[in-house]
């Protein structure tokens, strides 16, 4: 079976089911004592073009994806390891810029691996800690569903051909993983990060589309293209953030709009974006 019929998703469940990894479910693995470590690559030609880019703001854009998935976790960030795949005919100042970009945040980069490749590569280790790591499994009948800014952002600036700058949610993660039972960033659309909840739940997640704040210039379909890296929650309480649904019996992810049931669809890494659009 091919990579592209099976699907991410797949392919995480076959490594479990083999117990060739264990503890993937969340955005981040939890170790001892609250350390948080999570990993995420950016691949030109699927993740980003240089001609819609500065190398500053790739670099920000690596720092802050990863720093997503420690904001999903509750956590304070420590630090960042960065491993860089770049062509030999590289220019210096383009990666000095790059570098500029990563250490753009506030959080040291200590440590990293440099290589040659074919194509600009950025591999980014965050390193941080929590007192307390909701995870996407624990979401309960009844528990508001929130979202910690608008979405649809990166899809806007797709359709434009341009680059949307990721925000860094770490203030709201640590808030919400007080008291959220589920907690997740959306990397991948809503529909689909809705459903890592649902999924590792055992519960329906019902979402109203008329209720989801949107970014300048986006449309409901974009809310399909992920990358917003906001934060999405399951929480008892609703503490200031919007709320665009709830957590019911049963399974699944059922999306409103205007009382009508609709699809959405979002991103997985070896089936693409429906037509294959560049990520």
Known sequence: MRLSELGELGLLAELERRGLARGIEHDAAQLAAGLVVTQDALVEGVHFRLDWTTYRELGYT???????????????????????????????DDVLQLYEGLNEPGVPVVGGDTTVAPQLVIAVTA????????????????????????????????????????????????RLAATAHALTDISDGLAVDAGHIAERSGCRIEIELERVPLAPGATVEDLAFGEDYELLAATPEEPGFPVIGRCREGEDVEIRLAGERVSLSGWDHFGGRGAGDLR
């Open 62 to 92: 690596a720092a802050a994806v990863n720093l997503s998935d420690l904001a999903a976790s509750g956590a304070e960030p420590d630090a960042l390891l960065v491993t860089l795949g770049a062509p030999p005919a590289a220019e210096l």
């Open 127 to 174: 390193l941080g800690r929590s007192a307390r790591v909701p995870g996407r499994a624990g979401a309960r009948p009844g528990d508001a569903v929130v979202v910690t800014g608008p979405l649809g952002a990166a899809g806007a600036a797709f359709r434009e051909g341009r680059h949307a700058r990721p925000p860094l949610r770490l203030d709201e993660g640590r």
